[in-house]
């Protein structure tokens, strides 16, 4: 539930959202579809969005625009369900330069949306529109080089077909990791007896929605097995509440994160230098482009 406005804090309290961008249109046009949404559920609070890359506009300027504008308290809040390098690292390196340049702001910083009850019913709600039970369901999602990241998608999995009733599931990864989407569909079709669907654990459309779609239409002719493409979690008033209620969580500062697998706490085979790495200053290869370009 949405918290009552707090009157002494609004006038100057902002909430920046950031989006990680794309190159699509589409995908760009759901981000702001999507801040448009939050903003009508904060009608009193300065509401922007702002991207790491691939689109304009940066989410440092917006923060820089917003502060010199007037927020006194600002909220940066990632439009993400993971929580990999961009939550970990390149947003808190946002939050590290709007913190040196305005001294005088108080800045929080907002969680990542996870995995939730609300959108693994909401993921429910989309599959079962297929009427999913007794079929087969592979779910997708964006790649990382962090494992509990992505491990945080095989949970999302097997909690999906437990309230769809699916007893067949697999995971595929767009990039960067494996299993990938052509590989785990070949995996959950071997023991599919019937109908396979297909959602991609995704808040937005772009470049990487288009070629999972690829990948299953290719699937689908190749091997003449019925493939449905159940979607992505697209702009909805359950991502536009749950990003208000970490909004509120931020300014309470209630930041309920799991941490016990971090790769910035836990040593895993290849990426043992990441341990102790300081907070924020951009550990992931694009956060010098996040923050300059």
Known sequence: MVQPIRLDEVDKTGLLLVGHGSVSPDGVAENFEISNLVSELLPEVSVEIGFL???????????????????????????????????????????NILRQEFPSATIHYGQSLGVQYELIMEAKDKIE??????????????????????????????????????????VGFSGVTWPSVPDALNAVARGSGGLLLCFSWYIGTGKLIERISQDIEQYRLQSGTEVINAGYFGPSTV????????????????????????????PFPGIEDRVGLEIGHGHSHLAHDHLHN
């Open 53 to 95: 890359e691939l689109a304009f506009p940066r989410a440092v300027e917006i923060g820089r625009a917003m502060i010199a504008g007037g927020i006194e308290r600002l909220v940066v809040q990632p439009v993400m369900l993971n929580c990999a390098g961009h939550v970990k690292s390149d947003i808190p390196a946002v939050v």
């Open 129 to 170: 529109r297929f009427h999913a039970r007794g079929s087969s369901l592979l779910l997708t999602a964006r790649g990382t080089s962090d494992p509990d990241a992505n491990a945080e998608i095989y949970k999302a999995a097997r909690l999906i077909a437990d309230v769809t009733g699916i007893k067949e599931f697999s």
């Open 239 to 266: 991502i536009a509440n749950l990003l208000v209620a970490s909004f509120w969580n931020a300014l309470d500062h209630i930041i309920p994160l799991n941490c016990d697998m971090c790769q910035y706490r836990r």
